[in-house]
């Protein structure tokens, strides 16, 4: 068969094949980017769909109009004014199947064979797969412990122009950094400056250890003139809420947001208007806040307990940045002692010892680091994630 000329430009996702080795029994695996369902609040969520169907049955479960149920697109609002995007109305935003859904649209819409797209390096690989399958040159601008390195990503915007730039400014995935208040208010000045679209991908912002996270660029738009009709902000309930209802959002420009609907109404019609029915009822109950507060102290506590056992078990044959919130630590080995300093090798050598994890190269657009890797501690409990940082202590010896 001859398949479209766009899928020459992209492959498999190496996480996605990575799971297939877990079969194993008995693997520890920090390879996922999954929340732990443990800590689903499935009785909230029991009552929410009850709700849906009792309160407006024939909404729930009928068509609905591609842009969103309006009560969920009202309550998103809600729940974006209360962090400080005080200007969202429901009408700035449309509701998706997954953030992933608000990337693919977002490459529909902008991105034409040839175009050039900056990302961070390293980035979410999904990003990588989707921005390509559309025909863009990905270009990666550099991350250090405080997010993107903004003058860099300046000189790479002059030269190349790009169509946008993609950023995970909040605990960020891989690299678990967070783009400091000054940068936050430099990329803003960029996209003004510039006339590039910013696209603000969000999905852990809410999943902090501690203090909150400085706002969002969504947020911050309102403070720098100019830099909010540059931005398009993707929201996603999967990590706060639940993955399985495939709920997402993408706040932009009416103009840009007007084509993504379009675009939206060839993919899938709408978002499952079920799904979207008990998300709204959910948040109007109020049980968001609890639920957030109980994932927010377990998932602090196991990266606490991951970061204590790389420290005493692995010591200087690592070195990493503690994240402030999300759900991943992101490693480089060092090569120190003699030890291995090649990720991809060292993951093969961990499945044998029975712990998995994800390679960090994939997630380069260019120039990948092979010394890196991600490690998630959201679905292993703390005696786990000290067993298998044990065992990556022996695959690292092996």
Known sequence: MQFAERLNHVETSAIRELFKLLG???????????????????????????????????????????EGYQPLREQLAGFMQAKGASDVAAEQ??????????????????????????????????????????????ISAPVDSQGVQVDVLEQLIVEHRPKLVYLIPTFGNP????????????????????????????????????????????ALSKDVPGSRAWLAHCGSLSKVL????????????????AKAVMCKQFSDAHTSTFAQATAAQYLKAGH???????????????????????????GDAVEFTAPMGGLFLWLRLTGKGGKLADAAV??????????????????FSQNPDAATLRLSFATADEAKIREGVQRLKRALEA
């Open 24 to 66: 194993k029994p008995g693997i520890i695996s920090f390879a996922g980017g999954f929340p732990d369902a443990a800590l689903f609040d499935v009785a909230g969520m029991q009552a929410a769909s009850q709700a849906a169907l009792v309160e407006e049955p024939g909404a729930a479960l009928q068509y609905g109009a591609t």
């Open 93 to 138: 935003l449309i509701v998706t199947t997954g953030s992933q859904q608000a990337l693919d649209l977002l490459g529909k819409t902008m991105i034409s064979p040839g175009d050039k797209v900056i990302v961070e390096g390293p980035t979410f690989l999904a990003t990588i797969q989707c921005f390509r399958l559309y025909g863009a040159e990905v």
């Open 175 to 218: 690299s678990g950094a967070t783009l400091s208040l000054e940068r936050r208010k430099r990329v803003l000045e960029l996209a003004a400056k510039h006339q590039v679209l910013v696209v603000e991908d969000d999905p852990y912002g809410d999943l902090y250890f501690d203090a909150a996270p400085p706002p969002s660029l969504l």
């Open 242 to 257: 639940s993955p399985g209802l495939r709920i997402g959002w993408l706040i932009a420009n009416p103009e840009l947001l």
């Open 288 to 314: 968001m806040p609890a639920a957030l507060a109980k994932v927010r102290k377990v998932y602090a506590a196991r990266a606490q307990a991951m970061m204590d056992a790389l420290r005493s078990e692995l």
């Open 346 to 363: 060292l993951a093969k050598q961990a499945i044998e010892q029975g712990v998995a994890f994800v390679p960090g190269a994939p997630f």
